[in-house]
């Protein structure tokens, strides 16, 4: 997908970026952006609300000699409305219910004797009834924006997710090629002038390639992408183990949970994918079970030590993988050095049997 793709399905999901800007710029977007300062504090609200409830009676008594009569709720409504929509739904409800007393004690009682009647009862019910509508419509409203404004989050926190995704993938897929054409280049060099070596250097080729896409699936499948490393690498190992067709072998892994991002995640897994395969190759020729273990340890600061041990036949007296050219080594060194370590091989407590790497590396 590209880049404008993505754009345009999030233009999708979340509604035209043109028109959703329009909305936000218009005069009532603007207060209501204006009051959500206000609506957060924890106590100004409130204090605010009785402050409008306060100007509201005193305006109505500055007006009451010009008003004729029957007008007592005149400054009252607009001090409910203003009080919800700036400061909430409890200051609002504050406000009306001081308006609704304020309104019968000085302006609808002493007309009446300070009685209750029919008269008075159906001013105030009518009082109280437009100003719940009024209070429950500015409430919703801006339950509305706040849910808008949480979507638009939402949105935008999922656009750059994807963008960022869509980047990785791209640098990814472009290291990989990359790692790919090496490695055949690789194979070729060792193919030289053996034309009959070719076959068993592309089902090599063809192997490893095969090894590259299974650690991507697993990189790239959410259910393990918060696994602990340990969990990860034993899934790695079986998979591998079972995919070599090899049976009777079985795998451990011992490791704390790693600080790994996704590119030093695909270099460690291919680094183990590549010791693993070896391992599986050449130490269980003719055996019938054999165990593999995966040992990581830390290592002062982010540095870790890494060891990949078998128990397998080990290797010839005098052999020396420090020193050989083989395609499998080089390509396990490079591995390692793309992770800042080195790779040696290490001394097995049984000297005669299995063979054990050990991978230095710092995480940076």
Same mark, same amino acid.
Request: proline content about 5%.
């Given at each position: 997908?590209?880049? +404008?793709?993505?754009?345009?399905?999030?233009?999708?999901?979340?509604?035209?970026?043109?028109?959703?800007?329009?909305?936000?710029?218009?005069?009532?977007?603007?207060?209501?952006?204006?009051?959500?300062?206000?609506?957060?504090?924890?106590?100004?609200?409130?204090?605010?609300?009785?402050?409008?409830?306060?100007?509201?009676?005193?305006?109505?008594?500055?007006?009451?000699?010009?008003?004729?009569?029957?007008?007592?709720?005149?400054?009252?409504?607009?001090?409910?409305?203003?009080?919800?929509?700036?400061?909430?739904?409890?200051?609002?409800?504050?406000?009306?219910?001081?308006?609704?007393?304020?309104?019968?004690?000085?302006?609808?009682?002493?007309?009446?004797?300070?009685?209750?009647?029919?008269?008075?009862?159906?001013?105030? +019910?009518?009082?109280?009834?437009?100003?719940?509508?009024?209070?429950?419509?500015?409430?919703?409203?801006?339950?509305?924006?706040?849910?808008?404004?949480?979507?638009?989050?939402?949105?935008?926190?999922?656009?750059?997710?994807?963008?960022?995704?869509?980047?990785?993938?791209?640098?990814?897929?472009?290291?990989?090629?990359?790692?790919?054409?090496?490695?055949?280049?690789?194979?070729?060099?060792?193919?030289?002038?053996?034309?009959?070596?070719?076959?068993?250097?592309?089902?090599?080729?063809?192997?490893?390639?095969?090894?590259?896409?299974?650690?991507?699936?697993?990189?790239?499948?959410?259910?393990?992408?918060?696994?602990?490393?340990?969990?990860?690498?034993?899934?790695?190992?079986?998979?591998?183990?079972?995919?070599?067709?090899?049976? +009777?072998?079985?795998?451990?892994?011992?490791?704390?949970?790693?600080?790994?991002?996704?590119?030093?995640?695909?270099?460690?897994?291919?680094?183990?994918?590549?010791?693993?395969?070896?391992?599986?190759?050449?130490?269980?020729?003719?055996?019938?079970?054999?165990?593999?273990?995966?040992?990581?340890?830390?290592?002062?600061?982010?540095?870790?030590?890494?060891?990949?041990?078998?128990?397998?036949?080990?290797?010839?007296?005098?052999?020396?993988?420090?020193?050989?050219?083989?395609?499998?080594?080089?390509?396990?060194?490079?591995?390692?050095?793309?992770?800042?370590?080195?790779?040696?091989?290490?001394?097995?407590?049984?000297?005669?049997?299995?063979?054990?790497?050990?991978?230095?590396?710092?995480?940076?």
């Amino acid at each position: 997908m590209s880049d +404008g793709a993505a754009r345009q399905r999030v233009s999708e999901t979340s509604g035209d970026p043109v028109a959703r800007e329009g909305v936000d710029r218009s005069f009532f977007w603007s207060l209501v952006r204006a009051a959500q300062p206000l609506r957060r504090h924890p106590w100004l609200p409130d204090a605010v609300g009785v402050a409008m409830f306060g100007f509201a009676l005193a305006l109505r008594f500055a007006v009451d000699s010009v008003l004729p009569p029957g007008f007592p709720f005149l400054t009252f409504f607009p001090a409910v409305i203003l009080t919800t929509f700036f400061c909430g739904l409890r200051p609002g409800i504050t406000c009306a219910v001081l308006s609704t007393f304020a309104a019968w004690f000085f302006f609808i009682g002493p007309a009446n004797g300070m009685r209750i009647d029919g008269q008075s009862l159906l001013a105030l +019910g009518f009082f109280v009834v437009i100003a719940a509508i009024d209070i429950t419509l500015i409430h919703f409203t801006f339950n509305a924006a706040d849910r808008l404004r949480r979507e638009k989050e939402t949105t935008a926190r999922l656009y750059e997710t994807q963008r960022t995704m869509f980047q990785e993938l791209q640098h990814r897929v472009a290291n990989n090629m990359q790692f790919v054409a090496a490695l055949l280049s690789l194979q070729k060099r060792k193919v030289g002038q053996d034309a009959r070596q070719a076959i068993t250097a592309l089902d090599e080729a063809r192997s490893r390639l095969d090894t590259i896409a299974r650690i991507h699936r697993q990189l790239y499948a959410p259910e393990r992408l918060d696994l602990p490393t340990d969990q990860y690498l034993s899934q790695l190992c079986c998979d591998l183990v079972t995919a070599s067709g090899t049976p +009777g072998i079985g795998c451990t892994v011992d490791a704390p949970n790693l600080p790994l991002n996704v590119a030093q995640l695909t270099t460690l897994s291919m680094l183990v994918a590549e010791i693993v395969t070896n391992s599986l190759k050449h130490a269980f020729v003719g055996a019938e079970s054999g165990m593999i273990s995966i040992t990581v340890l830390a290592n002062g600061g982010k540095g870790y030590e890494m060891t990949i041990a078998d128990d397998g036949r080990g290797l010839p007296p005098g052999a020396d993988l420090s020193r050989s050219d083989g395609l499998g080594w080089r390509i396990i060194q490079s591995l390692a050095s793309q992770l800042g370590g080195k790779v040696e091989l290490a001394t097995r407590v049984e000297p005669s049997r299995g063979t054990a790497v050990r991978v230095q590396f710092t995480l940076v």
